[in-house]
């Protein structure tokens, strides 16, 4: 049973139309279940692309490490820490930490511990040769695979500890081949041999030095040998190596680097780790050793002044004959040896802070001070030796100068003594939890599970926004409403066929057996042919208001199932009892001899051209009692002038006086102007649209063509309707067969 829309009285005279395009899920998901088998297929497509990608994928094997920052270093001794100048550095976060650790200096010395700028890889077979070669290694871990072609497949290796290259070559791959046993030859990019030399020994050769120390290959074996741009190597290895610290302000910092070899990466890590410490524990000791430079550079001047204080000491002693301070006198000597040397000793200080600091630091204003309450207390102390007599002052200075040179002297050696004993037992602030280590049998990546899983939600995605796009992109109309905003009545909505499809795409066979392809004659229960029976009663009502019995069948393009309409109209309306003629008016492409399986010639062109009589033209359709056939005959060179000849106007006549309804298939109407000239004759048009094909304008555009030329539509045929979206309630189909056939 079909549903119809009931016709609408008055048309509307617009072109333009807006309507409430709100997002419809059931239609979003019909649609997504009309082309699950695109989106399946395609979903499976990039599933094995996964596979493929999990097969051909170089793995990569990623080394751990894990180090730690202290908070403070400890502090060095020889140094004071009392007085603002600690030899402890500042304290270092661990986010400092990190960016020490991928440093430019880090890097540098872990890439020339291991040569990492000298490349080496053995030519291989592409797509499939790193392939062949990993599964020959689990088989064979120490074994050679054979050379064949000049390609590597397995076990393949040299060791090139030297390899310096002018700047033009730099960065530019160079062919290394095994010539025989122990010998090589080294060719540019262009095939000119540059070096030949022999494993174990330096060779020279076009400004290329290089050394092969190992070679573990067949002859022939080529290798493609690269000295790579240093900036280069250390740019990609700060990319590569990760470092985070665990939890905040912990001070551990775990590092992480993968690499195809898993060697390699573990001896990456290990080299990028040692050297950091080495640069923390250097760092750390740095003061210590500034230090021990100051006080080597006081020294030989303390010494110096301890020995002229001396010497003066004797001359005036041999001179007054005088041996010693007075005993009375012991006292206030002593006293002023201990100030003396506490300023002698932050004068040294002083000095060192002046390197380090500014005059306005509080360090260095805090030694200006405390110079300046000892010089105050001296100089009341001076005050009382100027009470002495002459003698006994000039013994009690020289001996106060050699005193305190002499604990100066004394103070500095002992300070040069711990200070080189900080320097070199220094720590550091950072130490290696867990050195480098890397897990052999399990790569990091590629994972099967995340690629599969992404390969099939990739797929999947990209699928379903395929589907969606094509839909949002398709302005074919979908909805009968669509068509009667138009002002055009939707007299049926005839469903998509399957079986009327393929007896379509079998016309050519079926025409030399002579038997016809109309569905309404191999399928009569066809959901399709209900549709067009209910068509067939809607006109039965429309064409009582008609001058005439003639209806014409237009489309606006080709493609929109009009012959398929046509035909099995013109047999649903011959099983009625009534007597009907289909006559092909397409003289350039028309088709529908096909449908009734018989030839084209004899046909329309001829009768309207005189040739041929019209009981000539006129056949009958095997298997439609009721039903006659004109084929479009053979093309013309002049369709439209033999339309507009008088003669047509006859012919249509006789048929209209011989016939109950005269079926008349036309032209598309935006492609020719046919349908206009056989629509002057006609007193019933009808319009046939295809669901998702014809855009409204272009529905338009064909109705304001006819209309133009005095041609009113009288309505239109929604072909190919499938059931989904936001118009399938309007025109919704069931299925009601015989019993018999549901019991098929």
């Not at 695979?145 to 060791?159: L, M, T, V």
């Not at 118009?727 to 919704?732: L, N, Q, T």
Request: glycine share 8%; net charge neutral.
């Amino acid at each position: 049973m079909t549903k119809t829309l009931t016709t609408r009285p008055e048309p509307r005279k617009s072109l333009h139309y807006v309507r409430n395009d709100d997002i419809d899920l059931p239609m979003l998901a019909t649609t997504l279940m009309e082309n699950k088998r695109l989106i399946v297929l395609g979903t499976a497509a990039f599933f094995l692309i996964g596979v493929a990608y999990l097969t051909l994928a170089t793995p990569k094997y990623e080394a751990n490490a894990v180090v730690q920052v202290e908070r403070r270093p400890p502090a060095l001794p020889g140094t004071n820490s009392a007085d603002g100048q600690t030899g402890v550095l500042p304290e270092a976060s661990a986010s400092t930490e990190i960016q020490l650790v991928t440093s430019r200096r880090v890097l540098e010395e872990a890439m020339a511990h291991l040569d990492l700028d000298i490349q080496v890889e053995p030519h291989r077979l592409p797509v499939i040769g790193n392939l062949v070669a990993r599964s020959f290694a689990r088989i064979q871990p120490d074994g050679l695979a054979p050379a064949w072609f000049g390609y590597g497949w397995g076990g393949e290796r040299i060791d090139v500890s030297r390899l310096e290259v002018p700047d033009a070559l730099l960065g530019i791959p160079l062919q290394l081949r095994v010539e025989g046993r122990d010998r090589y030859t080294l060719s540019g990019p262009d095939g000119d041999v540059l070096v030949e030399g022999g494993v174990g020994q330096s060779a020279s050769g076009e400004g290329v030095h290089v050394r092969v120390d190992a070679v573990h290959a067949n002859a022939g074996t080529r290798f493609t040998v690269t000295r790579a741009d240093p900036t280069v190597i250390m740019a990609a290895l700060k990319r590569d190596i990760s470092a985070a610290e665990q939890g905040r302000e912990s001070g551990i910092i775990s590092l992480t680097y993968a690499d195809a070899d898993p060697q390699r990466a573990k001896q990456v890590l290990d080299e990028v780790t040692q050297a950091y410490i080495r640069q923390n524990v250097t760092r750390n000791s740095a003061e210590a050793a500034k230090r021990l430079q100051f006080v080597s550079e006081q020294l030989p001047n303390v010494r110096e002044e301890l020995s002229k204080a001396q010497e003066a000491l004797n001359a005036f002693q041999k001179r007054t004959r005088t041996l010693d301070v007075q005993v009375q006198n012991r006292a206030l000597l002593d006293q002023t040896v201990t100030l003396g040397a506490s300023i002698q000793q932050l004068r040294i200080q002083m000095v060192e802070a002046a390197g380090r600091y500014t005059r306005e630091h509080p360090a260095y204003r805090t030694l200006q001070r405390q110079i300046g309450q000892f010089e105050a207390e001296r100089s009341e102390l001076e005050s009382r030796i100027q009470t002495l007599p002459d003698i006994q002052q000039g013994l009690f200075r020289l001996n106060r100068d050699v005193e305190v040179t002499n604990q100066t002297y004394a103070s500095l050696l002992d300070q040069a003594q711990q200070l080189n004993i900080a320097r070199a037992s220094a720590v550091g602030s950072a130490r290696i939890v867990d050195p480098a280590a890397v897990e052999r049998n399990s790569p990091a990546w590629p994972k099967p599970l995340p690629v599969l899983a992404g390969s099939i939600g990739l797929g999947s995605m990209l699928m379903i926004a395929l589907v969606l796009l094509r839909q949002t992109f398709r302005r074919g109309v979908e909805d009968p409403v669509d068509i009667e905003l138009l002002g055009m009545p939707v007299f049926a909505s005839v469903p998509f066929s399957k079986r009327g499809q393929e007896f379509s795409l079998a016309t050519g066979r079926l025409r030399r057996d002579g038997r016809p392809t109309l569905l309404a004659l191999r399928a009569p229960s066809d959901l399709a042919m209900e549709a067009l029976r209910t068509l067939r009663t809607s006109l039965h009502f429309a064409r009582q208001k008609t001058n005439n019995n003639l209806m014409m069948i237009v489309a606006p393009s080709p493609g929109v199932g009009k012959t398929f309409v046509c035909a099995n109209l013109a047999v649903t309306m011959a099983q009625a009892g009534q007597r009907v003629v289909l006559v092909d008016a397409d003289m350039r492409r028309g088709t529908v001899h096909l449908a009734v399986g018989t030839r084209s010639a004899g046909g329309l062109s001829e009768l309207l051209a005189g040739k041929i009589s019209l009981d000539e033209a006129v056949r009958k359709v095997p298997g439609a009692e009721n039903l006659s056939f004109i084929s479009r005959g053979a093309i013309p060179p002049n369709p439209s002038e033999l339309l507009m000849d008088e003669n047509f106007a006859r012919v249509l006549k006789l048929l209209e006086r011989a016939y109950d309804v005269v079926i008349i298939d036309t032209p598309p109407v935006l492609a020719v102007t046919d349908a206009a000239l056989i629509g002057h004759h006609i007193g019933t048009s009808l319009m046939v649209v295809r669901w998702g094909h014809n855009q409204q304008r272009e529905i338009a555009m064909a109705k304001q063509r006819l209309e133009q030329n005095g041609v009113e539509v009288t309505g239109a045929i929604f072909n190919g309707v499938q059931n989904r979206g936001a118009g399938r309630y309007a025109y919704s189909h069931y299925a009601y067969l015989p019993a018999n056939d549901v019991a098929r």
